[in-house]
């Protein structure tokens, strides 16, 4: 069996002196060395000023909405995972769907403005697939019409653009550390912010508002990483690196031998940006192929490979979304288009050569 990904786990032997270490302190959670040795780490490591830890990658989405005190309208992307949208919906706002891009996948900031009312007062973008967004287009909108923008940056651990983190576009950038990502610490997340202030809010607000013993001074809720996921975080720095230049050879070997077949569309690396190679896409185009993509999908299954269809169905047309005006099909061509295309084909540290030549042999095969 082959499965789309699978969790990088750091070796078992080097895990437990950090348990060890953590049972003579004893203390487990709430801000202990550990948790602020892997703030520290991850601040060097992806190139920005503050981290805040989070117990996974949906409360920190909830929290930095929260913090810049969004209201209204929020203009985001149909084409993610179901929790961008739930954020904005747990905060009480609406989510305005805004169609993507063919070659990213990522909110199309030339439909942007036409989606602007007097009630939008943010733009939550995703670097979908770790692709980096128009960053400079989307922050010249924001600052025209004064809104915020929020990153759902869970695909984007690492990622660079012109050697400068994209983490740091935008009012703040949220991070996903579940086990699926490229970079895990089982369950986790961080929230990326570019001042001292706003940090120190932020880490209130994950700890009930908590200022000192005795003041609380926001509405806080509960997001606190622990201990041992920190430690497990910090080990497994160690190997993100080996990791992702494992999936660039996967990636690679895919492009290679699926380059030049009719029906098939990849997406293609930009030189300035450095990727992280979490998910390898292919759009599947019936007509070109001879086979569509959900026999794809249905075949790869039989021969044990378990590819994925992210992301199908769009968030869009979810029940809970689907009857906004925004969430038609109309409104959303390029979106419905690649979520009816999209197979993410298996991609990680641990797939070998042989395992990616026979998933190629399988589409190979399916080509008329
Ligand atoms: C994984 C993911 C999340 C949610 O992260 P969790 O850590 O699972 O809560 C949010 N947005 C996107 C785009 C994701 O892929």
Redesign the pocket.
Known sequence: MITVTQPLLPPLQEFFPYLEDIWNRKWITNNGFYHTELEKALCEYLKVPYISLFT???IP?MIALQKLRITGEVITTPF??V??THAIWWNGLTPVFVDVEEETGNLDPTKIEDAITKQTTAIMP?HVYGNPCNTEKIQSIADKYGLKVIY?A??AFGVEKNGISILNAGDMSTL?F?AT?TYNTI?G?AIVCQNKETKKQIDYMKNFGFEGESEVSIPGINGKMDEIRSAYGILNLNYIDEAIGKRKIVVEQYRKELRNIPGIRYMQDLDEVKYNYSYFPIFVNKVKLGTGRDILYEKLKDYGIFSRRYFYPLISSFSPYRNLVSASENNLPIATKLASEVICLPTHHGLEEKEVDMIIDIILKEKK
């Open positions: 996974n990658g949906t989405l993610s995972f929790a961008t995703v759902d869970a695909h996903s579940h990502k369950e997340g």
